[in-house]
């Protein structure tokens, strides 16, 4: 009788065991799981942060080329107006650079 006790015990503690092991694997494989999604959902962020990114460099890009032509144009048509501005620009810079030491 002993013996078919301990045999019983024994059963049923590798039962548990191996209830406990399945358990783990599920939480092992959730956790992997999550993991992989998390990833991707942060690559797609990433991607779309560079893409507005390179839109808002592009669009940089092309106001700051209007502004210069803008500029190149003035210079050309008021040359003497250029460099009055372009002096008082360096007076005023000068002035402040000045005041801070």
């Known amino acids: ?3 078919a006790t301990k045999s019983t015990t024994q059963s049923k503690a ?3 065991v191996d ?4 358990v783990a694997h ?8 999550a993991k992989e999604q998390t990833q991707e959902r ?3 962020v990433a991607q779309q942060i560079s893409e507005q990114a390179h839109k808002m460099a592009d669009t940089a890009k ?3 080329e209007k502004v210069s032509s803008a ?26 650079l000045c005041k801070r030491k």
């Open 62 to 64: 092309q106001q700051s």
């Open 71 to 96: 500029v190149g144009s003035y210079a050309k048509e008021n040359p003497a107006k250029a460099i009055g501005i372009a002096f008082l620009a360096g007076a005023v810079a000068a002035s402040f």
């Open 1 to 3: 009788m002993a013996t």
């Open 19 to 22: 209830d406990a092991a399945d």
């Open 14 to 16: 590798h039962e548990k």
């Open 26 to 33: 599920k939480g092992v494989d959730s956790a992997a799981e």
């Open 42 to 44: 942060i690559e797609e």
